[in-house]
């Protein structure tokens, strides 16, 4: 049996999305900016698919900008407004738990002379909305505040956030990357100017995401050529990404974000009722992602635990996949103030749609077994 559950890193495509794309690889195949039929079909194919994804986000249609995927869309966010604010405003606003593609933007910002605000988070992973709008200065031109955690699974008040944002006149940008689909998003409702979103984490291809930037914004393009993108993402469009990512939106169904949570839930009672000394991090129930576990199982390595879930066919993660690369210690469980022996004892678990019940109790029976034997062999007690 072979059981993926590392879904926060990536998806299985839906046979629905594959099926979708099929005809923009070897029938449909003409570029989108060409003025003869076979360019006007793959024009009109662009425009659904930008249609469907406005509508999800409660967006207008010229307000999405067709990506490479999310780092694209978050470098271009963080960048293109830095570039457009510069000298006059020259302050990012943002947490010490986003992705590393938003981290690593601020870094590399720094050396251009952006001067970044990390606000701080509490032990479940939420900021302090008194604190963001205190440190909201007249140089601040944005707040880039992720929504849900691909870690831990906290999803921000981005409602709250958003007010805050307005009443200073500050932009608002958001990674949803991890919550698009998960927990609804509605760019008006929110105050949202920026919203980062991708197609792979719900079922569907990878290198295809969007930008969602409120119309009047003004920002610098990360990329020059032929124009494309109302002038503002050069590069041909990836027709049969695009389709994709919109089939993988409008095929997405409440009830399965229901059923997924409903699994999440029976698997952390589980672990924390049957597993001795173990401790959920994030928070619980609609505050937290509808597919995202992550649990520290204390005194035993995350590696071991999850050399031996692959060794029984189940594929986790130690934290984000970006990093599991890495010896080095979550951003994220270092930022809540985990110790470093839970931080290092922890896994993330990620269900998707394609989870089962019959999975859950399997990998909940492998766990006790796994836990148990490695507790046995560990030195610390």
Known sequence: ???????????????????????????????????????????????????????????????????????????????????????????????????????????????????????????????DLKQLENLITDKTFLVSIIHGNNEIGTIQNLEAIGKICKQKNVLFHTDACQSFTKTPINVKKMNLDLVTINSHKIHGPKGVGALYIKNGIKIIPLFHGGGHEKKLRSGTENIP???????????????????????????????????????????????????????????????????YLENAGIFVSTGSACMSNTLESSHVLKAINLPPLKANSSIRISLSKFTTEKQIDYVLEKLQDIVKKLRKLSPVK
Not at 3 to 14: G, H, P, R
Not at 100 to 119: F, H, N, R, S, V
Not at 281 to 287: S, Y
């Open 241 to 307: 990404g695009i389709v994709g990512f919109a089939k993988a939106v409008e095929i997405t169904k409440s009830k399965e974000i229901k059923k997924i949570q409903e699994l999440r839930d029976k698997l952390i009672k589980g672990i924390l009722e049957k597993i001795p000394n173990t401790e959920l991090n994030g928070p619980t129930g609609n505050l937290r992602l509808a597919n995202n576990i992550n649990i520290s199982f204390n005194n035993i390595e995350g590696e071991s635990i999850g050399g």
């Open 1 to 127: 049996m072979k059981i993926y559950l590392d879904n926060a890193a990536t998806t299985k495509v839906d046979e629905k999305v594959l099926k979708a794309m099929q005809p923009y690889f070897d029938q449909d195949y003409g570029n989108a900016s060409s003025l003869h039929l076979a360019g006007n079909s793959a024009k009109n194919a662009l425009e659904k698919s930008r249609k469907i994804i406005a509508k999800s986000l409660r967006a207008k249609i010229s307000e999405i900008y067709f990506t490479s995927g999310g780092t694209e869309s978050n470098n271009f966010a963080l960048k293109g407004l830095f570039w457009k604010n510069y000298p006059n405003k020259d302050q990012i606003i943002t947490t010490k738990i986003e992705h590393d593609c938003i981290l690593k933007t601020c870094e590399w910002l720094k050396t251009q002379g952006a001067k970044i605000i990390y606000l701080d988070i509490d032990k479940q992973g939420f900021i």
